[in-house]
Nanobody, 124 residues
Framework: QVQLVESGGGLAQAGGSLRLSCVAS????????VGWFRQAPGKEREFVAA????????YYADSVKGRVTISRDNAKDTVYLQMNSLKPEDTAVYYC?????????????????WGQGNQVTVSS
């Protein structure tokens, strides 16, 4: 079983940048597809980005395309979410999730393991 811990969130101004990290423990993250999701107050959890377990494929929600980059460093068992040109509507709790040998899935119910979440707040 893999445990996931997100970090790197916090408060940023509109137009700024943040880099979130998702670090795995318990098992290597190299054989897991990883997705990032977010959930704002009163809203459903939504897909942000995903990367396949071999890092050959990446996927992005239309709302973040061009502003967000997902990447992975398997030597560090870490997946990153670089977010640029932040907007107030990016404010949410961000979660990373993993599924074994995943191709980079976009639906929350396709993931088996979740982190505890990390708050991102973007001020205007």
């Amino acid at each position: 079983q893999v445990q996931l811990v997100e970090s790197g969130g916090g408060l940023a101004q509109a137009g700024g940048s943040l880099r979130l990290s998702c670090v795995a423990s318990g098992r290597t993250l190299s054989t897991y597809g990883v997705g990032w999701f977010r959930q704002a107050p009163g809203k459903e959890r939504e897909f942000v980005a995903a990367i396949s377990w071999r890092a050959r494929s990446t996927y992005y929600a239309d709302s973040v395309k061009g502003r967000v980059t997902i990447s992975r460093d398997n030597a560090k068992d870490t997946v990153y979410l670089q977010m640029n040109s932040l907007k107030p509507e990016d404010t949410a709790v961000y979660y990373c999730a993993a599924d074994a040998y995943g191709p980079g899935r976009t639906q929350p119910n396709q993931y088996d393991y979740w982190g505890q979440g990390n708050q991102v707040t973007v001020s205007s």
